[in-house]
């Protein structure tokens, strides 16, 4: 098959503002999907509300979708229910870790298989540019317009404190990255987080002087470096990329299934 394959041709041209970074996810998603040569109907998508959201619309899979800050508990049922399906969650900064805290930290302390993708644009852009829980300590926002205070979670410390088993990080100029990082994602059993530094040049970019969205992907160039490099030791405010946690535990389907078996006494 090939990426257009995938897509719902008929919702297009998509709604998302030019320059945004959501775009460029959504390709290089369907990339990795591709070239994983996974069936459309092996896959369940579950999104919740925002400008990530709308992913779910686009593509040509099974999906769901639901509520604020809920998907990761809509995608948990249904991989409860058809433990053999794909479920793959895209959410944004408010999605995730505002509203949708709470469903992320014990999605990542069960380990259920479900590829959780941040989407880190550090603004909340479909509402009207509220600052985030990513978007850090000195930012602006419609809601900040004299600085915010708050300082901001690191996704990557969060998702493995919190257990997930394949924690990773890139950005939308690394898209190479982006696709490998999701098919790695994809094929790790157990609760995997891609966290994706997206631009935002309506809300964040202008609220914060960073200029043009082709300004805002050169400054994740610019500002971050691979994970475990030399740059990072004589920079250490440069943002790390690559696979920060990946590892082999037990996966929550597969211990709930022995527990079926003990229950019915065949174990």
Request: with cysteine; charged share 20%.
């Amino acid at each position: 098959m090939a990426t257009k394959d995938y897509i719902r041709r008929r919702f297009f041209p998509h709604i998302w503002c030019p320059g945004c970074g959501h775009g460029i996810v959504l390709n290089n998603l369907l990339r990795a999907v591709d070239e994983l040569g996974m069936r459309k109907k092996d896959i369940v998508m579950a999104s919740g509300i925002g400008c990530s959201a709308r992913i779910s619309g686009y593509v040509d899979f099974h999906t769901l979708h639901t509520l604020h800050g809920r998907a990761l508990a809509f995608a948990t049922g249904v991989k409860m229910s058809r433990p053999e399906l794909n479920l793959i969650v895209p959410m944004g900064d408010g999605d995730a870790l505002a509203i949708g805290g709470n469903h992320f930290i014990h999605a990542a302390r069960r380990n259920i298989d479900i590829t959780a993708i941040v989407m880190n644009n550090r603004i909340y852009g479909m509402t009207g540019g509220q600052y985030s829980p990513l978007s850090g300590f000195g930012t602006r926002a419609t809601t900040a317009p004299y600085m915010n205070i708050d300082q901001d979670f690191d996704v990557m410390d969060l998702s493995a404190a919190a257990g997930a088993s394949f924690v990773a990080r890139t950005t939308t100029y690394h898209v190479k990255q982006v696709t490998d990082l999701i098919k790695q994602a994809i094929l790790h059993k157990g609760f995997s987080v891609v966290e994706i530094l997206s631009q935002c040049p309506t809300y964040f970019g202008r609220k914060n002087k960073m200029g043009s969205a082709v300004e805002m992907m050169e400054h994740f160039k610019k500002n971050t470096t691979p994970r475990g490099s030399k740059a990072k030791n004589e920079n250490p405010d440069l943002i790390e990329r690559g696979i920060f946690v990946q590892k082999e535990i037990p996966e929550y389907c597969q211990e709930y299934d022995k527990i079926i078996e003990r229950a019915g006494g065949s174990a």
